[in-house]
């Protein structure tokens, strides 16, 4: 426990993106045709008002938006030339094979036409065949009819399966133009959060936007990055036992960077006696505990990693989000209340638990 502790909040890993390089957002490419709803299903995930004037040309006939505007953790890529005549997906893929995270298949049920999207569907798989897809069939509230529902769900299903040969997650949305309420989007956000626990993690809303909410914003996407790596990491068994609280000391030194300051051993006193020695101690024993399940055998090598795995990526992510809010505060001559500092530490691991289910 105490080599954990000297890890974690001591000089961690030599590893850190630096303070001028942008990190790649992640990126959900939304591949449909014109009218698929695609616009509908950004603005439906967001919450924002008004998307079409946010999408900004990235190729030809490619735009992306960026999610908020103001300091972007999220971005959306929209195939704008899909099924048009002459359309020629190659500089599109080129773009989404740089930095597209996941594939968003949005057939529309009463559109019978998709040869394009399954097409394309079929060159991105064979280019990269590791990339998660998810088929959404919009579109539900225009095919009224059960049974026409079905047949058409199942049709185009079919063919999306056969171009990326295998079979591929669903899930079917109503997204009316008026007033009423989206239809689906539980289901779709825990696809999502099933394929991409980060891309969940950063649809979520801080429930009071403050300035330091602000600020985080920023550095959420680095803390997204240290947590995937934990996760990672923690797969294995014995490896996460080293790596894994290296990985959060690193990401505590670059964090303490990120507001300019160093994470020296007085501040790592002063951090670790605010968020509780019993709050410390709860994360080694976890560690440990989740590095001794791995070692059992058969549970160990699947449930034992898989498990160990989400949980870093949770506390991992609890463990950022509290220390950006103390540092911003730090840096500006204040101190944050154990009791809210451990407040938001859990309300953060609970967002980030509940994004890996």
């Not at 030599?14 to 616009?39: R, Y």
């Not at 934990?230 to 790596?243: C, K, N, R, W, Y």
């Amino acid at each position: 426990m105490k080599e954990y502790l000297r890890n974690i909040l001591g000089h961690g890993a030599a590893f850190d993106p630096a303070p001028e390089q942008e990190l790649p957002l992640p990126t959900l490419w939304l591949l449909g045709n014109t009218g698929a709803g695609k616009s509908s299903l950004v603005q439906a995930l967001t919450g924002e008002a008004e998307v079409g004037s946010g999408f900004a040309p990235c190729t030809r006939t490619a735009q992306a938006y960026d999610f908020p505007a103001t300091h972007p953790v999220l971005r959306f890529l929209d195939t704008r030339g899909l099924g048009e005549a002459g359309y020629d997906p190659a500089e599109d893929l080129a773009t989404a094979e740089q930095g597209s995270h996941a594939v968003l298949a949005v057939m529309r049920l009463d559109d019978p036409t998709q040869g394009a999207v399954t097409q394309t569907l079929g060159k991105l798989r064979a280019r990269r065949p590791r990339i998660p897809i998810l088929v959404v069939h919009t579109g539900a509230d225009l095919v009224p009819d059960p049974g026409a529902q079905a047949r058409a769900r199942s049709r185009m299903q079919a063919q999306a399966e056969t171009a990326a040969g295998g079979a591929l997650p669903a899930v079917t949305l109503s997204l009316p133009r008026d007033d009423e309420e989206p239809q689906g989007l539980d289901d779709l956000r825990a696809r999502l959060g099933e394929m991409l626990p980060e891309v969940t993690l950063l649809l979520m809303r801080e429930r009071d936007w403050t300035e330091e909410a602000g600020r985080f914003a920023t550095l959420r996407p680095m803390i997204m990055w240290y947590a995937g790596l934990a996760g990672a990491s923690d797969a294995a068994p014995l490896v996460g036992a080293v790596s894994v609280p290296a990985i959060q000391g690193a990401m505590l030194h670059a964090l303490a960077r990120r507001y300019g300051l160093d994470w020296t051993p007085a501040r790592i006193g002063l951090f670790a006696s605010a968020l509780g020695t019993g709050a410390v101690v709860r994360l080694a024993a976890s560690h440990a505990a989740r590095q001794g399940a791995k070692l059992v055998p058969v549970y160990g090598q699947t449930l034992g990693a898989a498990a160990a795995a989400a949980t870093s990526f949770a506390t991992t992510y609890a463990l950022g989000r509290a220390a950006a809010a103390w540092l911003y505060r730090a840096a500006r001559g204040e101190t944050l209340a154990g009791d809210d500092l451990r407040k938001l530490y859990d309300e953060a691991l609970h967002r980030a638990h509940h994004a890996r289910r």
